[in-house]
């Protein structure tokens, strides 16, 4: 990155990095993860997903998201 701040906005560090992770954390509970299952002794309980939640955190991010992009436009 020090050699590319001038030629890249700030804020592609940040999502190629979210990418990435994303990404490596799919590949190893889909290849890697599956193998290697029964050797932990515990399965984790399933995630009680909350919709009024996550839409308002989707909403918190889109509107940090669009402020963030915003911010080249006025400095």
Sequence with gaps: WL???DFIFWFWWNATGFVVTAFVAWFWTKYVDSSVKGESG????????????????????????????SLAFWI
């Design 3 to 5: 050699f590319a701040e």
């Design 42 to 69: 515990f399965e984790l309980a399933p995630v009680d997903y909350r919709m009024k939640e996550s839409t308002i955190l989707a909403l918190y991010f889109i509107l940090i998201t669009g402020f963030s992009i």
